[in-house]
């Protein structure tokens, strides 16, 4: 399993304790040290790398399932098409990717990055994938307590 974008390693720590055999990638070395220093300190066999999220197909490894919770809004849309194509390199055949970004319902107002539409997700996956679901979700941020309108989405590799 795969989490990237793994920021504190939070999500790859959990995956890594219901007995997953995880890689936490993220871009920042700084991220990738914490959350080392975390899996440490609560004896998780999670593993860490700081690596690039658009080049995750030359990892050398193929994943069963990679997941993200804030990477895919952060792209534009050519690291968009390039994440997506990179993505389909490192998962396997039938693997899945879940992922949850921020959604077009989120108002502007509040600062945040960029929103996705329901449409732009199925959009980036409709060559090559099997969108299972795109459902609203909520985000839990520093900026909204009651969390950000999000999409939680579902996305096989065929």
Request: net charge positive; hydrophobic share 35%.
């Amino acid at each position: 399993m795969l989490d990237v974008g793994c920021g504190t390693g939070e999500h790859a720590i959990f995956f890594a304790g219901l007995g997953n055999d995880v890689l936490g990638l993220d871009s920042a070395p700084l991220a990738i040290e914490k959350a080392k220093r975390k899996a440490l300190k609560r004896e998780s066999q999670a593993r860490f790398l700081v690596g690039d999220a658009l080049r995750i197909d030359r990892l050398g490894h193929r994943f069963d399932t990679v997941t993200d919770c804030g990477l895919f809004h952060t792209f534009s849309d050519r690291e968009r098409r390039v994440f997506v194509k990179s993505l389909k390199g490192a998962l396997e055949k039938s693997g899945t990717y879940y992922m949850l970004c921020f959604s077009d319902k989120e108002p502007d107002d509040w600062g945040g990055p960029r929103r996705i539409t329901r449409d732009e997700i199925l959009e980036a996956f409709r060559r090559g994938w099997k969108v299972n679901y795109v459902r609203e979700a909520r985000i839990l941020t520093t900026f909204n307590i009651e969390g950000g309108w999000g999409w939680m989405s579902s996305i096989t590799c065929t």
